[in-house]
Every structure is written in structure tokens, then in C-alpha cells.
């Protein structure tokens, strides 16, 4: 429950309701790595390795769609 909860607290953070789904997937995942390696620094890495995947997306993306396909699909990504 408190995962799940954080997980939500995460996403509504991101101020983008159109992205709440795959921003609560991350913030599970995020989550879940934060209590199965018990530090915060693991989770704040991936934290940054996704936005830098999505920066270099951007850089040669086309319109917001494209991006909002990607983000969608990066927990997915991670998770392998």
C-alpha cells in the first residue's frame, strides 16, 4: 500500500495528467528498487537515466507524440 501510494504521490507530482499512467508505472518501479536495494541512490540514478533517455529522444524526436509514446514505454524498457 505505501508503494502504491508513493507510486500515485509521484506522478501527481509530474503535474501531467495525460502521463499519469506510465509516470505511476516508473514511480512503482522506482519504488520497488528503492526496497529491494535499500538505498535511495539506486532509484535517483535510474530516476536520471530515464530523463536523459527521454532528453536524447526529444533532440531528435518529432512532436510531443512521438515522446509521449516513448515515456509511455520506458518502464517497460527497464524492466526488460
Do not use: K
Amino acid at each position: 500500500q505505501g508503494l502504491a501510494t508513493s507510486a500515485a504521490l509521484f506522478a501527481v507530482f509530474h503535474l501531467s495528467l495525460a502521463r499519469f499512467l506510465p509516470t505511476f508505472g516508473l514511480g512503482l518501479l522506482l519504488g520497488a528498487t528503492r526496497l529491494a536495494s535499500g538505498t535511495l541512490w539506486l532509484p535517483i540514478a535510474l530516476h536520471a537515466l530515464h530523463n536523459g533517455f527521454l532528453v536524447a529522444l526529444s533532440l531528435g524526436a518529432e512532436p510531443e507524440a512521438e515522446l509521449a509514446r516513448w515515456q509511455a514505454l520506458s518502464p517497460l524498457l527497464i524492466l526488460g
